[in-house]
């Protein structure tokens, strides 16, 4: 953890990554360059799977502890490049496998992957689809939708369970001259159910949020294109979403230029989340389904930010903070003699080791 919890909140620690009070941040060791999806497959294991191409393969780790990765596999890279984009399919449509895709100058490679990381099948595509998304409602037909990166009017292409591609929209209206960074369907409500994309212009001097309904194929500005240079600069690298938990109903961005990542109103409006990200070209952003767990893949390796965890002190809402509030909550139990108040043995008996204890563990602060 990367704060100090004092009597009255946890604070941070100058320097470092800061999260938003009542959470914690840990630096995750981690190869450079991965891109990342955290595990929605128990049969992957836990924790958050990660690839890169090494040597003309595909090579996917797993990450499940602050201080460890395992290489699980390797696959062939095909049309050699880098892995663009790392995406479980959420539906049941194909399975809960992983998708795993590749871009180069000649063209895409789409790889669905098993547990074992044998090829349940392959889309490959002439240009550049650096983005895919497995959608399974709010509209859209459940399948693979694969985002192009730097030419023309930004196509689309679906893949239905059969895994052949078919064409669903013949371009976005004003997607002309758009670089697809990240992408992710809305599964939570919050945008209506829609695709939500972060998008920077091919000469990546400015960078915007848009929205995709099914069966429009319009982009409408969240956050509307904004300079990527000077006063009020902003670069978005990739869109996360959290459908319950402590992170929320929310959609959160990873953005480049401050080193933060921000959640997004319905109306645009950018709230702050974690400060003193060292952001590289691609980074990536991922939430796993309990909503309790986020990874950000930086320069600096993994970040992996969760609720605080307070002990036995932490009596009153919200929880990852203690402050006067748990003091209250405390005496008010003790008093009333009431079961909250007993965090000492023995159980069933409220008295002085109980104060001892709660003094003990309110000093102590967060981990």
Known sequence: MISLCLSFACLPVAGQITPDVGFSVEQWTAPDGLVIDA???????????????????VVV????????????????????????????????????????????TIGSVVH????????????????????AEVVGGGGFPPGAYYFADTFGPAPLAFSP?????????????DGAGLRTTGVEWDDNGEFDGDVVLVECDTGLDRSAVYRLAPGVGQLEQVVPPTATS?????????????????????AYVLEGVAGEIQYVLRNGVRVTFATGLN??????????????????????????????????????????????TDADAFIGAFIAGDELADLAAPVGVIDLDDVDAFIVGFLAGCD
């Open 39 to 57: 595990v929605r497959n128990e049969a992957f294991g836990a924790g958050v799977i990660g690839a890169r191409v090494e040597g003309g393969q």
């Open 61 to 104: 780790y797993r990450m499940s502890d602050p201080a460890s990765f395992e290489e699980i596999g390797r696959v062939d890279a095909s049309v050699g490049g880098r892995v663009s984009s790392v995406r479980f399919d959420r539906t049941g449509a194909f399975d809960h496998n992983l998708f795993v895709t590749v871009v180069s």
């Open 112 to 131: 669905l992957l098993d547990e074992t990381l044998a090829p349940v099948g392959t889309d490959e595509f002439v240009g550049s689809f650096v983005q």
């Open 161 to 173: 369970p059969g895994f052949e591609p078919v064409s669903l929209f013949d371009d976005i209206n």
């Open 230 to 250: 000077g006063s009020g600069a902003a670069r978005f690298w990739d869109v996360a979403f959290s459908s319950r938990g402590a992170l929320g109903v929310r």
């Open 279 to 324: 952001i590289f070209d691609g980074g990536q952003l991922s939430i796993d389904d309990s909503g309790e767990r986020m990874w950000a893949a930086t320069a600096d390796g993994l970040v992996f930010i969760s609720p605080a965890s307070c002990g036995a002190a932490d009596l009153a809402p919200p929880s990852g903070i203690i402050d006067l």
